[in-house]
């Protein structure tokens, strides 16, 4: 009889010799994804603590994952809480490098929040906004519509999102003092309202979740609700402008 080593595998189906316990990492393609296809991740830079002065101590970088469904509350208690486990994940890293190496190893979405002021927040906000950052914001996008009931139109705002850099849309906070304006705008077309008002969500979006997790220059009040009713506002106009054509056609 042959001898096999003790530490060898003895299935029938494996070569003799082969190790039982390989530690030989497999082929990207071959593994599993850790984290759900869906999720998004949100990179930002852990603030200092109002406690300490020292600078060592504001250094660092956290991921943690963007909330994949909505909140319920607990009727009897009042508490917040839904089965979206993922939210409970916030992994540390000493650098921003660090941070953006793990995200895509592990193929996620994902979008970097800059500390505001900063020369990178400026360019996340404009041009260079990475292709993972952009598909965030889609992400977001048709989250925010499925809410509001729009979900036949996730197409037509993302068209509206693509084409934004090439119209060159102007930032709603900074050009209007409400979201209302935007949609009241003559001289915007229906594509840079949708884009701008999406964009002006998102902005809202990630600032309430700074202010979530205690970030002090995110202090602001959030005007999400303003945003979202005037997306609602928009596409009432829109569908009631499609319902005189038709009237006019039918006549």
Same mark, same amino acid.
């Given at each position: ?42 990179? @930002? ?33 009042? @508490? ?21 190496? @793990? ?101 809202? @979006? ?46």
């Amino acid at each position: 009889m042959e001898k096999v080593d003790s530490f060898s595998s003895t299935d029938p189906h494996l070569p003799l010799g082969t190790p039982s316990n390989d530690n030989t990492l497999a082929p990207a393609s071959a593994r599993q994804p850790t984290f759900p296809t869906d999720a998004v991740a949100r990179i @930002y830079k852990l603030s200092r603590s109002a406690t300490t002065s020292a600078k060592g101590h504001s250094q660092g970088w956290r991921l943690v994952f963007e909330r994949r469904s909505t909140p319920v509350i607990e009727p009897l208690m009042g @508490y917040t809480g839904g089965g979206d486990t993922l939210t409970q994940v916030a992994l540390s890293f000493p650098t921003l490098e660090a941070a953006l190496r @793990y995200a895509e190893r592990q193929g996620l979405t994902f979008v970097v929040q800059h500390p505001a002021g900063s020369q990178q927040a400026d360019k996340t906000a404009g041009a260079n906004e990475t292709a993972k950052g952009a598909r965030a914001r889609k992400v977001f996008s048709d989250a925010t519509l499925d809410r509001l009931g729009l979900s036949a139109i996730q197409g037509s705002y993302g068209q509206a999102l693509d084409g934004a850099a090439g119209r060159n849309d102007p930032s709603g906070p900074k050009n209007w003092s409400t979201p209302m304006g935007v949609v009241r705008d003559p001289a915007l077309t229906l594509e840079a309202k949708r884009s701008i008002l999406m964009n002006w969500a998102w902005t809202e @979006y990630l600032m309430d979740q700074a202010t979530t997790e205690g970030m002090p220059e995110s202090r602001w009040p959030s005007r999400l609700g303003e945003v979202e009713a005037a997306l609602l506002a928009l596409e009432r106009d829109v569908a009631a402008g499609q319902d005189a054509l038709a009237d006019r056609e039918a006549a």
